[in-house]
C-alpha cells in the first residue's frame, strides 16, 4: 500500500459529482471548496486530471472496459477511479508503477473488495497503451491513422474525421497534440482601471513553475510573445488572478487572444449592434479598445439569455464601461421584433457602422478549456443545426447593416461547415448580393497605432478571401474565425 495522494481522491469526489449532477466541469472546478483548499500543485493536478477524464472518457473505457468481463455492471465510483489511474497511464505518461498505485489505492477508497480487480485492468492497460494509441487493433491503413488521431486527443473518430476534412491532416495533429494540453491563458485590461497593468505585469512576472499554475501559463509566454494586441496581456497565471480582485472590480476579462483580434476588428468608432453577446467578454473587450482609443461609440449588446445580459451588464457597470452599451434581451434572428424599442426611440429602423455576429457554434476551437464539448456534439449539428442557425443569424443581421458598414461574423469553431460554409451560403443568397468579403486585417482598428503587429498576426492566418481562422496548437491561442463582409 502507498499513502493516495489528496489531488486524486478531491478529482474522484468531483468526477461523480458531474456524474450525478450533468454540470460543466470548469464550473464545478471553479466552485470548489475542496480544490481551493489544495495546494497549488496540488490543485493543479487535480484540475487535468478532471479535465482530462472528461474530455477522454470514452476513450478511457473502450480500453478499461476491453480488460473486464461485465463491464457494465461496474458502478460509477469503481469506474471513475480507474479512469483517472487510465488518463494517467495513457495521457499523462505517468510511470506506470505510480500511476498503478495509485490507482488501485483510489479504488480501495471506494470498494476495497475490488483493489485486485483494480491492479489486473489497470497493469493490462500499463502494458496495451502504445498499442491503443497507434490504434494497432485496426487493420487498415488509413482507418488506423485516423483512429489513432482520434484516440491521441481522446476524440471522437467522426468529430477527428470532420476536422481532418475541414483543415487537413498536419493542422489536425497539432491541435490533436494540444488537447489534452492546459490552454495558454490571456485577459483583457480596463483602461479606466489604473493599475491593472501592473498587477498583471506583477502576476505574470511571479509564474516560474509550470506546473504550479492550473494553466500553464509560465509555458506558453515565451511562445505568444511576438503577438502584440493593445490591452492584451498574456501568459496569466489563473491560480494567482483568481487570488486578486482584478476580475470582481472589472479590471481585466479573461479571453483567448484570438478572441480578443476578432472583437477588435468589429471594434469602430459609430453604432455597433453586437449580436450573440453571452456574458459579454467580447462587449467587454470592444468597450475598452473605443476608450482606450476616444472613440465615439454606441453598442446594442443583443442576447438570447435574460440572465447572461444581465451579467453583462452588471460587469461593464463594475468596469465604468456601460456608459454607451445598451444590453438587450431577444432573439437574434428576428431583430424587427428584439429592436422594437429601439427603432421606436429613434423613429426610425436603426442601421447600424458596425454589426457583429458572434454566433453560437460546435466550440471545436476551444474543446482543451471545455472538455465537455467533443462528446456532446453529434454529426447533425455540424451538419445542419448549427449552420442553419449561423445563416439565419447572418441573414437578419445584414438587414441591419448601414451601406459602406461592416458586418462581422465569427465562431469558435474549425469546422468548414460552420465558417466559410455559411458564409458562402450568405453570400450567394439574395440577403448577401449587397455585401462583398474584406479581408479582416482591413478593418479599420487595424489602421490604428499600436495595431501594427496585430494586422500582421491576423494576415498570417487569413485565407485567399481575407476570412481568419486559428487552429489550436501547443503553445498557440484557440480556434476561431472570422470573417468581415462590407454592405456596398
Not at 487510465?86 to 476495497?112: D, M
Not at 448549427?386 to 445563416?391: A, F, K, M, R, Y
Amino acid at each position: 500500500m502507498t499513502e493516495l495522494s489528496l489531488a486524486r481522491r478531491v478529482a474522484l469526489d468531483i468526477l461523480l459529482e458531474l456524474e450525478e449532477t450533468g454540470a460543466y466541469a470548469r464550473d464545478v472546478l471553479d466552485a470548489s471548496s475542496e480544490v481551493r483548499a489544495l495546494e497549488r500543485r496540488d490543485a493543479g493536478l487535480a484540475m487535468r486530471l478532471v479535465l482530462g477524464v472528461v474530455a477522454s472518457y470514452v476513450c478511457l473505457d473502450d480500453l478499461i472496459d476491453a480488460f473486464c468481463d461485465k463491464p457494465g455492471r461496474m458502478n460509477a465510483r469503481i469506474r471513475n477511479a480507474l479512469r483517472i489511474a487510465a488518463f494517467e497511464l495513457i495521457y499523462l505518461g505517468t510511470e506506470p508503477r505510480a500511476a498503478v498505485s495509485q490507482g488501485v489505492e483510489l479504488v480501495r477508497t471506494r470498494a476495497k473488495s475490488a483493489a485486485g480487480f483494480a491492479n489486473f485492468v489497470l497493469r493490462r492497460v500499463a502494458e496495451n497503451r502504445t498499442l491503443y494509441l497507434e490504434a494497432g487493433d485496426i487493420r487498415d491503413v488509413e482507418e488506423r491513422r485516423l483512429v489513432a488521431l482520434a484516440r491521441q486527443g481522446g476524440l471522437p473518430v467522426w468529430l477527428v474525421e470532420e476536422m481532418v476534412r475541414s483543415r487537413g491532416f498536419t493542422a489536425v495533429q497539432d491541435a490533436v497534440a494540444a488537447e489534452l494540453e492546459p490552454a495558454p491563458v490571456s485577459a483583457h485590461m480596463n483602461p479606466l482601471d489604473k493599475t491593472a497593468e501592473e498587477e498583471l505585469s506583477a502576476l505574470v512576472g511571479s509564474a516560474r513553475d509550470v506546473e504550479l499554475e492550473g494553466e500553464g501559463a509560465a509555458r506558453h509566454a515565451s511562445s505568444a510573445s511576438t503577438m502584440r494586441l493593445p490591452g492584451a496581456a498574456l501568459g496569466i497565471p489563473t491560480a494567482r488572478l483568481m487570488g486578486t480582485d482584478l476580475l470582481r472590480r472589472g479590471g481585466v476579462a479573461v479571453c483567448d487572444l484570438n478572441a480578443q483580434v476578432i472583437a477588435s476588428a468589429a471594434t469602430t468608432p459609430g453604432t455597433c449592434l453586437e449580436v450573440g453577446a453571452g456574458r459579454g467578454t467580447k462587449t467587454f473587450i470592444m468597450a475598452a479598445q473605443a476608450e482606450r482609443f476616444g472613440m465615439e461609440r454606441e453598442t446594442v449588446a443583443l442576447e438570447l439569455s435574460k440572465k447572461k445580459s444581465r451579467l453583462n451588464r452588471r460587469r461593464l457597470e463594475r468596469a465604468g464601461l456601460a456608459g454607451a452599451v445598451h444590453c438587450v434581451t431577444g432573439d437574434g434572428c428576428n431583430l424587427d421584433r428584439t429592436l422594437a424599442h429601439i427603432d421606436e426611440q429613434a423613429r426610425e429602423r436603426r442601421l447600424f457602422e458596425s454589426v457583429f455576429v458572434d454566433a453560437p457554434c460546435s466550440g471545436t476551437g476551444t474543446m482543451r478549456r471545455h472538455p465537455e464539448i467533443p462528446w456532446r456534439l453529434l454529426p447533425e449539428d455540424i451538419e445542419e443545426t448549427l449552420p442553419e442557425l449561423q445563416l439565419a443569424l447572418l441573414t437578419s443581421a445584414a438587414e441591419r447593416v448601414k451601406p459602406g458598414g461592416q458586418l462581422v461574423f465569427a465562431t469558435c469553431s474549425v469546422l468548414r461547415q460552420e465558417n466559410e460554409g455559411v458564409v458562402e451560403s450568405f453570400l450567394a443568397s439574395e440577403a448577401g448580393r449587397a455585401f462583398g468579403l474584406a479581408p479582416v486585417s482591413s478593418a479599420p482598428v487595424f489602421a490604428l497605432p499600436g495595431f501594427e503587429n496585430a494586422a500582421v498576426y491576423v494576415r498570417e492566418h487569413e485565407d485567399a478571401c481575407g476570412m481568419f481562422q486559428s487552429i489550436p496548437a501547443l503553445g498557440s491561442y484557440d480556434g476561431h474565425f472570422c470573417a468581415r463582409l462590407v454592405r456596398t
